[in-house]
Protein backbone atom coordinates (compact mmCIF):
# COMPACT_ATOMS: atom_id res chain seq x y z
CA UNK A 1 0.00 0.00 0.00
CA UNK A 2 0.96 3.10 -1.20
CA UNK A 3 1.83 5.58 2.16
CA UNK A 4 3.08 8.65 2.72
CA UNK A 5 4.65 9.48 6.39
CA UNK A 6 4.31 12.77 8.29
CA UNK A 7 5.29 13.66 12.19
CA UNK A 8 1.52 14.78 12.89
CA UNK A 9 3.10 17.46 15.61
CA UNK A 10 2.38 19.84 17.31
CA UNK A 11 6.07 21.49 15.75
CA UNK A 12 6.19 24.75 17.44
CA UNK A 13 8.99 27.34 16.05
CA UNK A 14 9.31 31.34 17.47
CA UNK A 15 8.55 33.82 15.08
CA UNK A 16 11.26 34.79 12.06
CA UNK A 17 13.11 30.97 12.53
CA UNK A 18 12.96 28.63 10.02
CA UNK A 19 10.36 25.97 10.10
CA UNK A 20 11.12 22.37 8.87
CA UNK A 21 8.47 20.04 8.01
CA UNK A 22 9.37 16.69 6.56
CA UNK A 23 7.94 13.92 4.69
CA UNK A 24 8.64 10.26 3.47
CA UNK A 25 6.80 8.16 0.54
CA UNK A 26 6.82 4.19 0.32
CA UNK A 27 6.03 4.18 -3.34
CA UNK A 28 9.48 4.93 -5.07
CA UNK A 29 7.29 4.86 -8.37
CA UNK A 30 6.27 8.31 -7.15
CA UNK A 31 6.59 10.91 -9.40
CA UNK A 32 5.04 14.40 -8.08
CA UNK A 33 4.80 15.60 -4.73
CA UNK A 34 3.02 18.39 -3.55
CA UNK A 35 3.01 20.38 -0.28
CA UNK A 36 -0.60 22.17 0.94
CA UNK A 37 -1.48 24.39 3.66
CA UNK A 38 -4.57 23.65 5.88
CA UNK A 39 -5.60 26.36 7.93
CA UNK A 40 -7.83 24.76 11.10
CA UNK A 41 -11.70 24.57 9.26
CA UNK A 42 -10.55 25.10 5.96
CA UNK A 43 -9.64 23.43 3.03
CA UNK A 44 -6.36 22.81 1.66
CA UNK A 45 -4.35 25.00 -0.27
CA UNK A 46 -1.75 24.39 -2.58
CA UNK A 47 1.85 25.79 -1.97
CA UNK A 48 4.31 23.79 -3.50
CA UNK A 49 4.91 21.50 -6.46
CA UNK A 50 8.32 19.64 -6.81
CA UNK A 51 9.16 17.50 -9.84
CA UNK A 52 13.04 16.63 -9.59
CA UNK A 53 15.39 16.02 -6.79
CA UNK A 54 16.87 19.47 -5.66
CA UNK A 55 15.99 22.54 -4.59
CA UNK A 56 12.47 24.34 -5.81
CA UNK A 57 12.06 28.25 -3.97
CA UNK A 58 9.31 30.36 -4.37
CA UNK A 59 9.21 33.63 -1.56
CA UNK A 60 9.31 32.32 1.94
CA UNK A 61 9.38 28.71 0.96
CA UNK A 62 11.51 25.83 -0.36
CA UNK A 63 10.71 22.28 -1.19
CA UNK A 64 13.31 19.97 -1.04
CA UNK A 65 13.38 16.65 -2.78
CA UNK A 66 15.50 13.36 -2.88
CA UNK A 67 14.18 10.34 -4.67
CA UNK A 68 16.93 8.13 -3.50
CA UNK A 69 15.88 8.88 0.44
CA UNK A 70 12.34 8.68 -1.22
CA UNK A 71 12.40 12.35 1.15
CA UNK A 72 10.58 15.25 1.07
CA UNK A 73 11.37 18.59 2.77
CA UNK A 74 9.49 21.82 3.36
CA UNK A 75 11.12 24.88 4.52
CA UNK A 76 9.66 28.17 5.34
CA UNK A 77 11.75 30.79 6.36
CA UNK A 78 11.19 33.76 8.55
CA UNK A 79 7.79 32.15 9.94
CA UNK A 80 5.20 34.23 11.04
CA UNK A 81 1.99 33.77 12.99
CA UNK A 82 -0.16 33.33 9.98
CA UNK A 83 2.30 30.42 9.15
CA UNK A 84 0.12 28.45 11.70
CA UNK A 85 -1.36 25.85 9.98
CA UNK A 86 -1.06 22.02 9.32
CA UNK A 87 1.16 21.16 6.14
CA UNK A 88 0.22 18.38 4.41
CA UNK A 89 2.45 16.49 1.79
CA UNK A 90 1.34 14.54 -1.42
CA UNK A 91 2.78 12.14 -3.16
CA UNK A 92 1.65 11.21 -7.07
CA UNK A 93 2.25 7.64 -8.47
CA UNK A 94 0.64 7.67 -11.41
CA UNK A 95 -2.40 6.18 -13.00
CA UNK A 96 -5.59 8.76 -13.05
CA UNK A 97 -4.13 11.08 -10.81
CA UNK A 98 -4.51 9.36 -7.86
CA UNK A 99 -2.48 11.40 -4.67
CA UNK A 100 -1.45 9.99 -1.69
CA UNK A 101 -1.91 11.94 1.11
CA UNK A 102 0.18 12.15 4.25
CA UNK A 103 -1.92 13.02 7.64
CA UNK A 104 -0.05 16.81 7.73
CA UNK A 105 2.26 18.47 10.54
CA UNK A 106 0.51 21.19 12.37
CA UNK A 107 2.75 23.74 12.62
CA UNK A 108 2.84 26.55 15.26
CA UNK A 109 4.77 30.08 15.25
CA UNK A 110 4.79 31.59 18.15
CA UNK A 111 5.15 35.46 18.25
CA UNK B 1 -8.64 30.92 -14.20
CA UNK B 2 -10.23 27.69 -12.59
CA UNK B 3 -12.67 27.90 -9.95
CA UNK B 4 -14.32 25.57 -7.94
CA UNK B 5 -17.47 26.04 -5.92
CA UNK B 6 -19.13 23.27 -3.40
CA UNK B 7 -22.29 23.73 -1.22
CA UNK B 8 -23.57 23.23 1.22
CA UNK B 9 -20.97 24.77 3.87
CA UNK B 10 -21.88 23.20 6.86
CA UNK B 11 -24.81 20.57 7.11
CA UNK B 12 -26.12 19.10 9.89
CA UNK B 13 -28.22 15.38 9.17
CA UNK B 14 -30.08 12.93 11.52
CA UNK B 15 -29.13 9.36 11.19
CA UNK B 16 -31.03 7.63 7.91
CA UNK B 17 -31.31 10.54 6.11
CA UNK B 18 -30.36 10.83 2.16
CA UNK B 19 -27.50 13.33 1.20
CA UNK B 20 -26.54 14.97 -1.73
CA UNK B 21 -23.46 17.23 -2.23
CA UNK B 22 -22.52 19.04 -5.56
CA UNK B 23 -19.11 20.40 -6.78
CA UNK B 24 -19.00 22.85 -9.84
CA UNK B 25 -15.63 23.85 -11.51
CA UNK B 26 -15.82 26.47 -14.09
CA UNK B 27 -12.87 27.62 -16.29
CA UNK B 28 -11.62 24.46 -17.70
CA UNK B 29 -12.92 21.59 -19.50
CA UNK B 30 -12.79 18.08 -18.86
CA UNK B 31 -11.33 18.05 -15.38
CA UNK B 32 -10.65 15.23 -13.58
CA UNK B 33 -13.05 15.54 -10.99
CA UNK B 34 -12.63 13.76 -6.84
CA UNK B 35 -14.57 13.69 -3.40
CA UNK B 36 -12.13 13.00 -0.75
CA UNK B 37 -13.56 12.90 3.28
CA UNK B 38 -11.17 13.94 6.00
CA UNK B 39 -12.36 12.80 9.11
CA UNK B 40 -11.45 14.28 13.00
CA UNK B 41 -7.52 14.19 13.16
CA UNK B 42 -6.97 12.00 10.30
CA UNK B 43 -5.98 12.48 6.78
CA UNK B 44 -7.90 12.99 3.94
CA UNK B 45 -9.47 9.87 2.42
CA UNK B 46 -10.20 9.99 -1.39
CA UNK B 47 -13.85 8.34 -2.08
CA UNK B 48 -14.76 8.42 -6.01
CA UNK B 49 -12.76 10.52 -8.76
CA UNK B 50 -13.85 10.68 -11.96
CA UNK B 51 -12.04 11.14 -15.23
CA UNK B 52 -15.14 11.97 -17.79
CA UNK B 53 -18.69 12.47 -17.79
CA UNK B 54 -20.51 9.25 -16.07
CA UNK B 55 -17.24 7.39 -15.43
CA UNK B 56 -16.67 7.21 -11.63
CA UNK B 57 -13.88 4.73 -9.74
CA UNK B 58 -14.86 3.93 -6.03
CA UNK B 59 -11.92 3.43 -3.69
CA UNK B 60 -13.84 2.61 -0.99
CA UNK B 61 -16.78 0.27 -0.32
CA UNK B 62 -19.34 2.47 1.49
CA UNK B 63 -23.08 3.59 1.51
CA UNK B 64 -21.53 6.39 -0.50
CA UNK B 65 -22.30 6.63 -4.27
CA UNK B 66 -21.16 9.45 -6.63
CA UNK B 67 -22.23 11.01 -10.12
CA UNK B 68 -21.00 13.31 -12.90
CA UNK B 69 -24.20 14.15 -14.79
CA UNK B 70 -22.30 16.88 -16.45
CA UNK B 71 -19.07 17.93 -17.16
CA UNK B 72 -17.64 20.12 -14.50
CA UNK B 73 -20.64 18.68 -11.91
CA UNK B 74 -20.14 16.07 -9.66
CA UNK B 75 -22.03 14.76 -7.13
CA UNK B 76 -22.12 13.39 -3.81
CA UNK B 77 -24.88 10.99 -2.56
CA UNK B 78 -25.93 8.44 0.25
CA UNK B 79 -29.68 7.07 0.81
CA UNK B 80 -28.83 6.58 4.15
CA UNK B 81 -26.47 8.29 6.49
CA UNK B 82 -24.50 6.66 9.32
CA UNK B 83 -22.89 8.21 12.21
CA UNK B 84 -19.50 7.71 10.76
CA UNK B 85 -20.24 9.55 7.53
CA UNK B 86 -19.50 12.79 9.76
CA UNK B 87 -16.45 14.78 8.52
CA UNK B 88 -15.57 17.38 6.10
CA UNK B 89 -15.98 16.60 2.37
CA UNK B 90 -14.20 17.86 -0.25
CA UNK B 91 -14.27 18.09 -3.76
CA UNK B 92 -10.94 19.26 -5.92
CA UNK B 93 -10.15 18.95 -9.65
CA UNK B 94 -7.08 18.74 -11.81
CA UNK B 95 -5.86 18.25 -15.48
CA UNK B 96 -4.77 15.89 -17.75
CA UNK B 97 -3.10 12.60 -16.69
CA UNK B 98 0.50 14.02 -16.57
CA UNK B 99 2.36 14.02 -13.32
CA UNK B 100 2.65 17.46 -13.43
CA UNK B 101 -1.00 18.65 -12.48
CA UNK B 102 -1.97 19.14 -8.75
CA UNK B 103 -5.18 18.94 -7.09
CA UNK B 104 -7.44 22.21 -6.04
CA UNK B 105 -9.82 21.72 -3.42
CA UNK B 106 -13.06 23.34 -2.88
CA UNK B 107 -13.91 25.13 0.17
CA UNK B 108 -15.91 21.90 1.61
CA UNK B 109 -18.56 20.79 3.42
CA UNK B 110 -18.52 19.55 7.15
CA UNK B 111 -21.18 17.04 7.74
CA UNK B 112 -22.70 15.98 10.74
CA UNK B 113 -24.71 13.35 11.20
CA UNK B 114 -26.64 13.47 14.55
Known amino acids: QKEVEQNSGPLSVPEGAIASLNCTYS??????FFWYRQYSGKSPELIMS????GDKEDGRFTAQLNKASQYVSLLIRDSQPSDSATYLC???????????FGIGTKLQVIP | SQTIHQWPATLVQPVGSPLSLECTVE??????LYWYRQAAGRGLQLLFY??????ISSEVPQNLSASRPQDRQFILSSKKLLLSDSGFYLCAWSVGQGYYSPLHFGNGTRLTVT
Open chain 2, 27 to 32: GTSNPN
Open chain 2, 50 to 55: SVGIGQ
Open chain 1, 27 to 32: DRGSQS
Open chain 1, 50 to 53: IYSN
Open chain 1, 90 to 100: AAYSGGYQKVT
